[in-house]
């Protein structure tokens, strides 16, 4: 088990609010977390569940309006990213703290090669000649594994296979040295063949120049194979927040079960998945209580009433859900009585 | 076949069939040269199995799907259903034919017209082929809407009020309408999320055993494949690389590129902690493919006679086919 001490990261009640004309929409409704160095945490979640939201809160690139950051802190190796202004953000932004996003295609400029596209980003952070960028970009090419750098450098976008163009963004997230790597679906546009060996190449380089990594994923196999912690994102909130490999030996939030029995197994034989009923809450008419509870098969009147707060279960294991409060038992001796009646 | 005892049916049998576009350019946009996009493959369907093809971007999988519906016109070969040569029928002929033949779409949303009612959309699909009199549509539409699970009221609502999962449904009962025999899903399952994935797999099969249907499951996603499939064919830029039953594919994969494709995907379990085949590289152009085997450009075991001379599909154990010479 690796050892992470030193915190890098450390985000306390993040809210981000969309205000629409259909009302205001909690996209991301009070989430907390942590990172150290040289870790890996991933947020994995369905479509809706403000995973994405929240990786973009922490750049804070949400477009506003509609969207803003309503509430929290954001402590980037102690100081507050929410109270910088743009210009301080902007050295921060592809320097120290640096993303990767799920489409290559559209990230990239078509119209410049990929080379001067990461020696523009060298040249905005750090004080380099033309030449010394461009020989760093072509380094930077060769680290990521494009055969004949020098060759690709010049070429642009379009010249380039996806496997390709995702190596080019990496090459351009990792070329300052940042200290934290946001990585939103960074294989989800990828062959399987192909994300093997991207993911290979983000951990290679994550060892090398111990950078925290956020994970932004749908697929809880990436998630085992790559994270050492994991959050479970649902309608905004974090319901699960634990060990990546706990999470699959030992899940505790009935979604976060919902989800890995739902996911068609490659090692299992099942005649029928089993499902978790319903879809996700809209976010402009969220229940009052656990998000989760009209899809819960055990929930019970006080999950409907309040919201569980995430509360430890475990040495390293919080977890958001009535079943793992004291309250639960009450709940359940009342119901019994009621049965009795 | 000959020897094999069994007794399935064969509901559609494709031969060498090739599917070649073609690049137009130069001085007069004359044909310069051909995407290879399904080069010489052949392969049958048993009636009331679920074959699945799969394969990365560019292999093909999608592109014989749309060869055995004719929304392409391929460039040679032969598909037989139900001993007719599709190919060869004229287009009356085939828009009839079509009625067996449904097929079912990654993104509902870009498959539903978004002024038309699901009432609309499906008693078009009704009125076209003229599988039910007028006057007992409304009812079939209905009964229709209870086999996928969505209430009758449904039908008075346009696609944008669904969620995706319930537009995939939508999609699959407008190819129920017509009492399909084979139903090609191409990517049928790829854009929802795991839970509503995990509805819409268990709906396909349960339909399946009440109607007796063959699917054509075309997917990416292994873990789908195997979940719903009862043979599976690998393609790789054109080719077919191996063809078996899934257990013997899942358990004992022989061609190179299987064995690395499966191993490339992240398993959460603990318990098997598996050897990974990294491949290196990208898949080649299918304008120019590479001579002989076109995976030895990425093959860890290549040898000589991989880049001079094709590998054949061969039967290398029962009901499994394979194309490699190390196999062979």
Redo the contacts between chains.
């Keep these: 088990m690796k050892q992470f001490n030193e915190t890098i990261l450390e985000v306390k009640n993040l809210q981000t609010h969309f205000f629409t004309d259909e009302g205001t929409s909690k996209a991301v409704d009070g989430i907390s977390f942590t990172l150290n160095k040289g870790e890996t945490l991933g947020i994995v979640g369905?479509?809706g569940s403000g995973k994405s939201i929240t990786s973009l809160s922490l750049l804070r690139l949400i477009p506003s309006p509609p969207g803003k950051i309503a509430g929290g802190s954001i402590l980037f190796k102690g100081e507050d990213l929410l109270a910088k202004t743009e210009k301080q953000m902007r050295s921060i932004r592809g320097n120290e703290i640096s993303m990767i996003f799920q489409e290559p295609m559209t990230s990239l400029n078509p119209v410049y090669s990929a080379g001067e596209q990461i020696a523009e980003a060298i040249r905005l952070h750090q004080k380099l000649g033309k030449k010394e960028a461009w020989a760093k970009a072509v380094d930077m090419l060769r680290l990521v594994g494009i055969?004949s750098p020098e060759k690709r450098a010049k070429q642009e976008p379009h010249e380039l296979?996806?496997?390709?163009r995702q190596r080019v963004m990496i090459a351009m997230a990792l070329a300052c040295h940042p200290e934290v790597l946001i990585a939103d679906e960074p294989t989800t546009a990828l062959?399987?063949?192909?994300?093997?060996?991207i993911?290979?190449l983000i951990k290679t380089l994550q060892k090398d120049f111990g950078t925290a990594v956020i994970l932004i994923t749908?697929?809880?196999?990436?998630?085992?194979?790559?994270c050492d912690r994991v959050a479970v994102m649902y309608a905004g909130k974090m319901v699960e927040y634990t060990l990546a490999?706990e999470i699959?030996?030992n899940p505790k939030h009935p979604y976060t079960i919902?989800?890995?029995?739902?996911?068609?197994?490659?090692?299992l034989d099942?005649e029928?998945?089993?499902?978790?009923p319903g879809?996700v809450p809209s976010p402009y008419d969220m229940p009052k209580g656990c998000s989760f509870a009209p899809r819960c098969a055990h929930a019970k009147p006080i999950c409907e009433q309040a919201v569980p707060d995430l509360e430890s279960v475990g040495p390293d294991t919080e977890v958001s859900c009535w079943m793992y409060t004291p309250q639960w038992d009450k709940e359940y001796e009342a119901e019994e009585k009621v049965g009795v009646q | 076949m000959g020897a094999t005892v069994e007794d399935k049916k064969v509901l559609l049998k494709v031969d060498q069939l090739k599917q070649y576009f073609p690049i137009k350019g130069g001085f007069f946009g004359r044909t310069v040269n051909h995407v290879k996009a399904v080069d010489d493959i052949s392969f049958h369907i048993y009636q009331g199995e679920t074959l699945s093809i799969v394969g990365?971007?560019g292999c093909g999988k999608s592109t014989t799907g749309r060869a055995i519906l004719r929304l392409d016109q391929p460039t040679s070969g032969q598909i037989h259903f139900q001993g007719k040569d599709l190919l060869s029928l004229g287009k009356k002929e085939m828009r009839s034919t079509r009625k067996d033949l449904q097929v079912i779409f990654q993104d509902p949303f870009a498959s539903l017209n978004p002024r038309q009612t699901i009432g609309q959309i499906l008693g078009e699909a009704l009125s076209i082929q003229n599988v039910v009199p007028k006057e007992q549509r409304r009812s079939r539409i209905e009964e229709l809407l209870g086999h996928v699970g969505l209430r009758p009221e449904s039908m008075e609502r346009h696609p944008h009020e669904f969620?995706?999962?319930?537009r995939q449904r939508i999609g699959i009962a407008r190819a129920l309408a017509v009492d399909p025999k084979l139903i090609i899903c191409d990517e049928a399952v790829s854009a929802l999320?795991?839970?509503?994935?995990?509805?819409v797999?268990?709906l396909l099969?349960k339909l399946q055993r009440q109607f007796e249907l063959t699917f054509l499951f075309i997917s990416?996603?292994?873990?789908?494949v195997?979940?719903?499939s009862d043979r599976v064919m690998v393609m790789y830029l054109g080719k077919i690389v191996e063809i078996a039953d899934k257990k013997s594919i899942?358990e004992q994969p022989q061609h190179p590129y299987t064995r690395?494709?499966?191993?490339?995907?992240?398993?959460?379990?603990?318990v098997?902690e598996r050897e990974?085949i990294?491949?290196?590289?990208?898949?080649p152009s299918p304008i120019d493919p590479p001579i002989g085997c076109r995976f030895h450009t990425r093959c860890p075991f290549v040898m000589d006679i991989c880049k001079t001379k094709a590998p054949e599909l061969k039967l290398s154990t029962q009901n499994h086919q394979v194309a490699c010479h190390i196999v062979s």
């Design positions: 369905e479509s055969p296979s996806g496997g390709m062959d399987v063949t192909i994300q093997a060996q993911l290979e749908h697929d809880l196999g990436v998630v085992y194979e790559t490999k699959f030996t919902g989800l890995l029995n739902s996911l068609p197994r490659l090692d099942q029928e998945l089993t499902t978790i879809t | 990365e971007s969620s995706g999962g319930q999320d795991v839970s509503i994935q995990a509805q797999l268990n099969k990416h996603d292994l873990g789908v195997r979940h719903i899942f690395a494709l499966l191993s490339a995907i992240p398993v959460p379990n603990p098997q990974r990294l491949l290196t590289g990208d898949v």
